[in-house]
């Protein structure tokens, strides 16, 4: 065996072992005073309003960090699910989509989507705001 084919090998297997091991997934505490979250809870992956955000944050990307957004996108059957629709009284059918505040406090939940709508509602509020006068967009 030559030393590409030893590496190649060698890379695979890394792979498949970071892979397999579970992600460490970051909790909302985790963004308090420093990001406004959106969470989507969606019935399954090809559900068409979590398609729908997903395409919208892409086209969107500056406005989405300039707000200081993150996205948590959760499938139904997941544990993440299972523990944040319970801890925010999400149900598990179709989809959902929750603004949180930099403060955690819900400030949108809707069954509909239209990033366009969750960045007029963010640029009303005060902290926003103060924000926009050093605005990178």
Known sequence: MNSTQWLTRRLFVIFFLMSAMPAQSMTV???????????????????????SIKEQIDLHRCGFRDRDLVHIDLIQGSAEFEEMSQEFLVSGEGFQLLLLGKDGGVKKRTSTVSLEEVFSLIDTMPMRRREMRDSKC
């Open 29 to 51: 505490k985790d963004y308090l005073w420093k990001n406004r979250v959106i969470i989507t809870f969606s019935s399954d992956e090809q559900h068409p309003e979590r398609l």
